[in-house]
């Protein structure tokens, strides 16, 4: 058995994509939003930054991927 070794890239991409996600979550339910910050632009906000979040691990995990792959 092969002991499968991530670099510091892909550690990086996973911790962003979390970060990115967990502050997507307290925008969208106004933890960290001022109160007088209109709903919909905190909201718009929050989704953005989900979106944000996906799509780092969704890059991070295809590019974890790949580079298994490619290890002899």
């Known amino acids: 058995m092969t002991m499968r070794s991530l670099n510091?890239?892909?550690?990086?991409?996973?911790?962003?994509?979390?970060v990115f996600l967990v502050f997507g979550l307290f925008v969208v339910f106004g933890i960290t939003i001022p109160e007088n910050v209109p709903?919909?632009?905190?909201?718009s906000l929050g989704v953005v930054?989900?979106?944000?979040?996906?799509?780092?691990?969704?890059?991070?995990r295809?590019?974890?991927?790949?580079?298994?792959?490619?290890?002899?």
């Open 62 to 72: 295809l590019k974890s991927t790949q580079q298994t792959e490619d290890a002899p």
């Open 8 to 18: 510091f890239d892909v550690y990086l991409g996973y911790v962003l994509a979390g």
């Open 49 to 60: 930054l989900l979106l944000w979040g996906l799509y780092r691990f969704v890059l991070t």
């Open 39 to 43: 709903s919909e632009f905190r909201i």
